[in-house]
């Protein structure tokens, strides 16, 4: 009828996204697992691959401070960059978390590292399946890239990440 307003819908049909601080991230470094949890509830559990000795995964608090789909990859040490695609060591998405500008030196017993200027650690996709699971890493979170599209999904910039040793 016109000029009639619509009833209410129930509210189950006009619930909104859970608030970037009823959903958080906790990175354990020491199981190689990611939790989503949200309201408390964990909500989804991945396997992880982590930082290698002398590039290990920071440790805190952080935020979800980028995202990316089909990224670019650059090499942290000699600026290489690897466009989008199967090649690509990020996968089909980027979720990053920390960024330091103070550059980093890096050793793990066999090869060493000097980065000036910018380094950034976040969750990624990985085209190497082994390695997730594994402390591989320049300091960077790998998931199996059909996970980290869920992931993707269920963080927004500002979104909880804590790291914990």
């Known amino acids: ?36 949890f949200e309201g408390g509830q964990e909500r989804r559990l991945f396997p992880v691959g982590v930082g290698r000795p002398g590039w290990e995964t920071p440790v805190g608090q952080f935020s979800v401070i980028e995202l990316a789909v089909d990224p670019t990859w650059e090499h942290p040490a000699t600026g290489r960059r690897i466009p989008p695609g199967p090649a690509n060591p990020l996968g089909s998405r980027w979720i990053g978390f920390h960024r330091d500008c103070n550059g980093r030196v890096g050793f793990n017993g066999t090869e060493h590292l000097v980065v000036k200027g910018c380094v950034s650690a976040g969750f990624h996709g990985t085209p190497q399946r082994d390695s997730v699971g594994r402390a591989v890493s320049h300091g960077c979170v790998r998931l199996l890239d059909e996970h980290v599209r869920e992931l993707f999904e269920l963080v927004q910039l500002g979104t909880p990440v804590t790291v914990l040793p």
């Open 1 to 36: 009828m016109p000029g009639r307003a619509a009833p209410n819908p129930p509210a189950a049909a006009i619930s909104s996204p859970p608030a970037a601080a009823d959903r958080y991230l906790v990175l354990d470094r020491r199981q190689r697992r990611l939790t989503v």
